[in-house]
């Protein structure tokens, strides 16, 4: 019998407490394993030997389903980058004596391309030292841009809070009898799959948003102009959706605008209120930029059930790996055929993970660079599918909590 | 036999389609009333002819269920005022002509404030020019500001959205383990309602939003920043809960244009921006700030079930007044009991309520002025209750479509 330990890294999304939900019912049904330790906020936890006992927190199938529809993080996250151990080995050597301690012999860590950075240097300590720790990486990101596997968990229920915003956005913008032009600033800094993915409302007949602006494509202000004044042409309230990402020729000045507060300080403001104020400018009509923000990433109220489903299979799939002596790992989904939907999950080298970026394929991107093609939107529409319906207690979401 | 005529006015909300889909029920449903039209974009439509029979598009109670869930209004809106009909009557003379060509008996007009001033103006040029047509205003905003209500169709879902969103943005802002401030910019120009509203997270034990301004207490930014402070010796990451309609000292230099709706309304855009910058510069921690923007008055997804189910009673109940003779009144609900929750609905006279603001009580604000009694709380909490779930098509919520 032995002891394992699991972490949660980078940003948050819907679906990071199901992965640790399935690595703690993995690990829970592995005849092997005794204890099931969470490191508090990320390496950071292992590093310091800040460990709960999640066996003594998870009681019930009850607290493990709404650890699951729970967004962000129970054991809270972190940015933190291991440096190479050939130069400072002091992190590597209090994980390795608070891992002893614990008698932990597997590390899960559930995150991003960075995160990935993690798993590899540590993995490759523990090889290099010698330590039998298996250490296996469980993807997460609303950005999609993780190598190697088909899709992220946590995308697909930001692509589906960003579908049943973007449409109800669609909604408002129409009510009035003047023109209108409508800028949606979605998340991705330097990948568009979650701007691309609002095409999927076309599968109900929507023909917004009319525009996509991707950072794979480049981008011009007068372009992206002439663009909305032809959609004019055919579209009374134009919707357009911009990844936040986007190379525009003025975002090294930080979109700063001409005001400033009391204190001289000059406002920075995103490209959806940059473009906002050009758009108003040169075209005159009403415009507005909304920003789904954090929303987009935490709205567990509308999460995919395929989703949050399939974060808990490549979590507990991670225990698997682990038990069968594999490490330097990553689980990753292969996608076996779009209609019926159907993925496997595999796990892949490491190496060829950590710190790249999986860029939104350039041949599904429109010829006029502002939209996305058929292929696209055929990807995206089996990860948004289902739903998960929170619990309510006097009408709000019950969330699973640690902490205040 | 004779017809009637509905329209909807001013900012969306969840719940006007379904206040609609009341005015229809309650018509179909009366001996006396053959047709029933919907003027496009407010009274725009009935001073322009421009009407549609709604006999012909609700067809099925399908229809009419998928009508209520749909956010927006489908006949479009309108910021339009009617001048006193003693200095120019041409609009009324217009209308008139219209509803007699239409043989339209009775008009229902679904708004805020606003809206009641058109109710309130038709009213009169009608009883002054001796035409035998009854005007009933039928209340929807969420600012959930209009005077003799206790509370307005649309405010309901609109705070069970801010509730469900705030909750998730405190599980994303606590995350990391360095301190943080996060700023939510709620809607709400002169009126803190929904703003106040965040408070119903209490029910379930969350402490967060730890502040709450509003525009009806007096707000400073030294104080703001003292209060910042003060929150964060007890909490790492600090929620606070901002009006966009705050009474900001440095409003002037940038933070509301100089622009005016027909109204002479200011346009107010970043108050939660100015306080991010403020906050960054003062107090130097990791500071966001999130404005929830149309999402807040758009997401039907979310819908209070009371609330949308009362948005319809009360648009049936404006039926049945004009029925019985009543002209130049706005429907009401009258609170009976928090718990159980009751109420009764009521006329009351227009010249009462349009172009007046019901103000949050200001005992119900707590002593220093930075957040809200329990008193508020038990107001708030009966009107979040109950879901709405829509039904789905490829994932997405479907919504009721009459345009493209």
Not at 301 to 313: G, K, P, R, V
Request: aromatic share 8%; proline share 3%.
């Amino acid at each position: 019998m032995f002891n394992i330990a699991v972490a949660q890294s980078g940003g948050p999304t819907a679906a990071i407490n199901s992965s640790l939900s399935g690595v703690f019912s993995g690990a829970s049904s592995c005849r092997d394993i005794d204890g099931i330790y969470g490191a508090i906020n990320g390496i950071e936890g292992a590093i310091n030997g800040n460990f709960i006992d999640l066996t003594k927190i998870l009681t019930s199938e009850y607290d493990i389903d709404l650890l699951k529809k729970t967004p962000s993080t129970i054991l809270g996250s972190c940015r933190y980058k291991l440096k190479d151990y050939r130069e400072d080995s002091s992190d590597y050597e209090k994980i390795s004596a608070n891992f002893r301690d614990h008698d932990i012999k597997a590390f899960f860590y559930i995150g991003g391309n960075d995160s990935m950075d993690t798993v590899m240097k540590l993995d490759a300590y523990f090889k290099e030292t010698g330590i039998d720790i298996k250490v296996i990486g469980v993807p997460k990101t609303i950005d999609n841009d993780v190598m190697n596997t088909d899709h992220t968990p946590g995308f697909g229920s930001a692509a589906k809070y960003v579908a049943a915003t973007m449409q109800e956005i669609i909604r408002d913008s129409r009510v009035y009898s003047i023109p209108s032009v409508t800028i949606v600033e979605i998340m991705g800094r330097d990948a568009g799959w979650l701007t691309a993915s609002s095409c999927v409302l076309r599968a109900n007949g929507e023909p917004a948003p009319h525009l996509i602006y991707l950072p794979e494509a480049p981008f011009s202000t007068d372009k992206f102009l002439e663009d909305i004044k032809e959609a004019q042409t055919r579209y009374k309230a134009v919707i357009a959706a911009v990844s936040e990402g986007i190379s525009c020729e003025n975002r090294q000045t930080g979109f700063s605008s001409e005001l400033t507060d009391a204190f001289g300080h000059k406002f920075l403001s995103g490209v959806g209120k940059y473009l906002e104020n050009v758009t108003a400018a040169n075209i005159g009509c009403k415009v507005r930029s909304i920003e789904l923000n954090v929303m987009q990433r935490c709205s567990s109220h509308i999460a995919s059930l395929t989703d949050i489903n399939e974060a808990a299979q490549i979590g507990s799939a991670a225990v698997e790996a682990a038990m069968n002596g594999e490490s330097g790992k990553m689980m990753v989904f292969r996608r076996i055929s779009n209609n019926p939907y159907r993925v496997e999950i595999l796990s892949s080298d490491i190496k060829s993970i950590a710190n790249k970026e999986k860029k939104f394929p350039t041949e599904w991107i429109s010829k006029d660079e502002n939209n996305v093609t058929t292929d696209a939107l055929n990807y995206f529409l089996p990860l948004i599918q289902g739903e998960v319906h929170p619990e309510y207690r006097n009408g709000i979401p019950v969330h699973f909590r640690l902490d205040q």
